[in-house]
């Protein structure tokens, strides 16, 4: 009787490309989770982590599976490469990240003013509250600090505009509703604090509050800040912006501030935020700026 030979197929290269498929809408769910605030930042951090595990142990299963084809003449090598590919994919971004992390310093709170910069209104106070579950506390900025600051974004620095804050604020508003960001709180603008107290008044302190703990923070009537909140596209993760408009002799000078309400390495992401802004705020004033 005649036998025949079967060739076997890899059970590595099917949880390969088993665990791989799991991936995808593994993430997605977590990112719509988070964003709909069903789970906590810390909540979607061990998710996070524990789907990186499954990537991993993917990868471990596709090396398994490639010596078995290679070795042992086992079948699923198209599981393999799909298995891989589709891991790689999800991986990518993670590794993007990796890469941010060593080019850029370990922080989350940068200001075109690194020596004296805009003091926040509300988020301070917010901040405070919250660090017992893990949100950053506003720092205080010293000299190692800044210096540091300086050399990792030599590009951050104030702006002078040859115009009257009237028209700076003007266009620093509409840049904000133009960007979708969440406005937290104001000082010098009756109106927008009055808007703050009706939006906010869940989260923020009482603007009487406000008033005495930034008393001593303005050097001068004419002195304008605006607080408003950014959410990342995919995660939407939280950074607070200030923004301080100085009406000077002939000049207006703009500074501002944007940190991180999470993680303690925003791998730059603040520091390209600002200058997004000022590039629009530039483009706003018909691209009239100097350095301040």
Known sequence: MAGYFEER????????????????????????????????????????????????????????????????????????????????????????????????????DVSTDMLDPPEYINAINLRASNEDKGMNPVIEYDEAYAKKMILAYPRLQSRRYPAGPERVLEAVRLIIDDNEWLLTGSLGIPELKSNSETENTTELVDNDTQDEQLEDIVETPDDIYIEALERTLVFGFENDIVIRIVSEDR????????????????????????????????????????EG
């Open 251 to 290: 000049n207006t000078l703009v500074d501002v501030r944007s940190s991180a309400r999470w993680g303690k390495h925003d791998f730059g992401y603040n520091a390209k935020l600002i200058e997004g802004f000022l590039q629009q705020l530039d483009a706003a004033l018909l691209g009239i700026a100097g």
């Open 9 to 108: 197929r890899s059970k590595a290269a099917i949880w390969c490309l088993r665990l791989s498929l799991f991936l995808i809408p593994f993430f997605v769910l977590v990112i719509l989770l988070y964003r709909f605030a069903k789970i906590d930042t810390i909540q979607m951090l061990i998710l996070v982590a524990f789907g990186l595990l499954i990537a991993l142990l993917s990868l471990i299963f596709a090396f398994k599976a490639i010596s078995e084809l290679w070795t042992k003449g086992y079948r699923g090598g198209s599981q393999v490469v799909r298995g891989m590919m589709i891991t790689l994919l999800v991986l990518l971004p993670f590794g993007y990240q990796a890469f941010l992390a060593i080019q850029f310093p370990l922080a989350n």
